[in-house]
């Protein structure tokens, strides 16, 4: 995959595989923090929010380093602590100093917008609201940024059948309650579910934020780790099964190279055609799944020619062939 600082220009639409084994993913907040789940369906939903956060928390830990003060940093914007007005105040601040002293309003906006993209990796990869202050930003089309990145909400392949467990603990919280031998508490979990989540990457957008292919190699790496350094035992063990990845290169020989660059910025075909082509099988029929071994995910009916396949390797992030689909092995 390219690593270089050009911006992105292929669009891709990728296909994210993930399981929870005796773990609560997401929970939800107005219902006791019971896993999330669609009631029409009993399947379990991972918010989009949810899976960002896991991006961000992975790139503050291995942020790369900024090869130059132009260059695109890494520095988030939504992360605990931070107060946002401050941080895009001191964008507007930053990027006026950069200025003509008889810049108009329009301009300073700009700036600023593009200067919080290029500073903040979390921006230009999902985009933001920055008119959110009293500032110049407010009430203007500059302060909504519209990343290239998009997460759908995950949804699990089957039907979810929540526990409660009750736990205890030998010491107590007030000194009143001292006398008492133990506490109670309460956890939910999914015994076993796996999760599939949609995730759109755009060029048009990627042109406006900044964007880079050395952006989306980071970004590859944070879905594929995000779970390796997020640990707790609430989550239980939450483990990525698979990343499929159609990079839309063109369909035309290659001597019409002007007509594959149009197709790979639009798209060779409708993203749901290419997610229809990967299969994902229950061996056995019916029952409630127990682990990732009673499944079976295939990609055999995916339409051709719409990339090459990458997947990892021991020695590397990426190993290209000529095949239709950037994608990892299932690990």
Known sequence: MNNSNDILTNRHDILLFFEVTNGNPNGDPDAGNLPRLNPTSNRGIVTDVCLKRKVRNWVDLFRPERSGAEANGYNLLVRQGNVLNAEISNGI???????????????????AMKWLCREFFDVRTFGSVLSTG????????????????????AQSIHAITPMEISITRCAVTKEEDERKERTMGHKHIVPYALYAAKIYISPAFAERT?????????FFKAINHMFEHDR???RGEMVVRGIYDFEHVGTQHENNAERNRSEARLGCAHAHILFEGIEVRLNGGGGFPQ???EYQLNCGNCPVAYGCLSDMNEGGFWRDQPLFVNGFELF
Request: glycine share 12%.
């Open 93 to 111: 601040e930053k990027s006026g100093e950069l200025l003509a002293s008889n810049a108009s309003k329009s301009e300073k906006q700009e700036a």
């Open 134 to 153: 009293g500032d110049i930003m407010r009430g203007t089309a500059w302060g909504q940024v519209r990343g290239p990145v998009q997460f759908t909400f």
């Open 210 to 218: 900044g964007f880079t292919n050395a952006d989306l190699v980071l």
């Open 232 to 234: 707790s035992a609430t």
């Open 291 to 293: 682990s990732f071994a």
